[in-house]
């Protein structure tokens, strides 16, 4: 604990009857206690730096914050002081003392780096609670950005502690896992080191069914096949433009104004687009997709519209 030289300027918190500690205060005011101050123990106690006044009240906007001026005997031990001889010099509006004691610009906690911020501490920007360092963030001590939880060094979780992305759940150290303590990705379940597992503690990948029966596949091996990115090309568009030479004749029936405008917008539905996929293959890609393990026209039909 250090012995220092009076005057000492600094700044208190005060609750919003100006009371402190079972003290009451008025402001202004000059207040003096027969004690030798210690901190913690005995005095009235502030902080030299203003943000420091918040490790030890909430971020309250109805509570009050005033400059100060030590007169007496004070110490000091670490970011707080003890005085037996305080006077409480003016009020600092709420407004200005966000504007203090945040880098950052917009923010309505305090002690932030980063900009647009509610909670304190943060040095990202637009979070939702304390202490993050990402951007987004929903909680506390996120290091990621998109997180709702806590502790999150991945990004876009919903959960604690994951240190991989998209995963709602707690201590997923994979991506996009459903549950908690999954090392590998996108499991649904818990304590999983392998990937695409639906159960609890599994270390290999499972086979998957494939138009209702097994394959042979497990899912990442499907998602690496030539037939999953063919139809990964699918491109689903709400809507299109045709020309009234490409109409049918129901179609223009339904759609007269094709006179005046020379076509029609059709909406399209996910079938259409799988149709019109379908049309622009060769009959080698064609081929790649009949051969999908169990191929079955009927429910690939019933599924994408295509009469394959």
Same mark, same amino acid.
């Given at each position: 604990?250090?012995? /220092?030289?009076?005057?000492?300027?600094?700044?208190?918190?005060?609750?919003? !009857?100006?009371?402190?500690? !079972?003290?009451?205060?008025?402001?202004?005011?000059?207040?003096?206690?027969? +004690?030798?101050?210690?901190?913690?123990?005995?005095?009235?106690?502030?902080?030299?730096? /203003?943000?420091?006044?918040?490790?030890?009240?909430?971020?309250?906007?109805?509570?009050?914050?005033?400059?100060?001026?030590?007169?007496?005997?004070?110490?000091?031990?670490?970011?707080?002081?003890?005085?037996?001889?305080?006077?409480?010099?003016?009020?600092?509006?709420?407004?200005?003392?966000?504007?203090?004691?945040? $880098?950052?610009?917009?923010?309505?906690?305090?002690?932030?780096?980063?900009?647009?911020?509610?909670?304190?501490?943060?040095?990202?920007?637009?979070?939702?609670? %304390?202490?993050?360092?990402? %951007?987004?963030?929903?909680? !506390?001590?996120?290091?990621?950005?998109?997180?709702?939880?806590?502790?999150?060094?991945?990004?876009?979780?919903?959960?604690?502690?994951?240190?991989?992305?998209?995963?709602?759940?707690? /201590?997923?150290?994979?991506?996009?896992?459903?549950?908690?303590?999954?090392?590998?990705?996108?499991?649904?379940?818990?304590?999983?080191?392998?990937?695409? @597992?639906?159960? +609890?503690?599994?270390?290999?990948?499972?086979?998957?069914?494939? =138009?209702?029966?097994?394959?042979?596949?497990?899912?990442? $091996?499907?998602? %690496?096949?030539?037939? &999953?990115?063919? /139809?990964?090309?699918?491109?689903?568009?709400?809507? +299109?433009?045709?020309?009234?030479?490409?109409?049918?004749? *129901?179609?223009? *029936?339904?759609?007269?104004?094709?006179?005046?405008?020379?076509?029609?917008?059709?909406?399209?539905?996910?079938?259409? &687009? &799988? +149709?019109?996929?379908?049309?622009?293959?060769?009959?080698? $890609?064609?081929?790649?997709?009949? @051969?999908?393990?169990?191929?079955?026209?009927?429910? =690939?039909? $019933?599924?994408?519209?295509?009469?394959?």
């Amino acid at each position: 604990m250090e012995q /220092l030289t009076a005057p000492v300027k600094g700044f208190k918190v005060f609750n919003p !009857d100006w009371a402190c500690r !079972d003290k009451q205060y008025t402001c202004p005011g000059e207040f003096k206690e027969d +004690v030798k101050p210690m901190t913690c123990s005995a005095g009235m106690h502030f902080c030299p730096d /203003l943000k420091d006044c918040f490790e030890y009240y909430q971020n309250n906007p109805n509570n009050h914050c005033a400059e100060v001026i030590a007169l007496g005997e004070v110490v000091q031990d670490g970011n707080k002081c003890a005085t037996n001889h305080l006077q409480i010099i003016h009020e600092i509006p709420w407004d200005e003392v966000l504007k203090r004691v945040n $880098q950052g610009k917009g923010c309505t906690g305090i002690c932030n780096t980063g900009d647009l911020n509610t909670g304190n501490w943060n040095t990202g920007d637009r979070n939702t609670g %304390d202490w993050n360092t990402g %951007d987004w963030n929903t909680g !506390d001590r996120n290091t990621g950005n998109w997180n709702t939880g806590n502790w999150n060094t991945g990004n876009r979780n919903t959960g604690n502690r994951n240190t991989g992305d998209w995963n709602t759940g707690d /201590l997923n150290t994979g991506n996009r896992n459903t549950g908690d303590w999954n090392t590998g990705d996108r499991n649904t379940g818990d304590w999983n080191s392998a990937s695409f @597992s639906n159960g +609890v503690f599994c270390t290999e990948e499972p086979e998957i069914l494939i =138009f209702n029966k097994p394959s042979g596949m497990t899912f990442r $091996q499907w998602r %690496d096949s030539t037939a &999953c990115h063919l /139809l990964n090309q699918i491109q689903f568009m709400p809507n +299109v433009w045709v020309w009234d030479g490409y109409m049918t004749v *129901e179609e223009k *029936e339904a759609h007269p104004e094709y006179k005046t405008t020379g076509g029609f917008l059709k909406v399209l539905d996910t079938s259409d &687009c &799988c +149709v019109r996929w379908w049309k622009n293959l060769d009959e080698y $890609q064609r081929r790649i997709i009949r @051969s999908i393990p169990n191929f079955d026209a009927a429910i =690939f039909k $019933q599924i994408t519209g295509i009469d394959a």
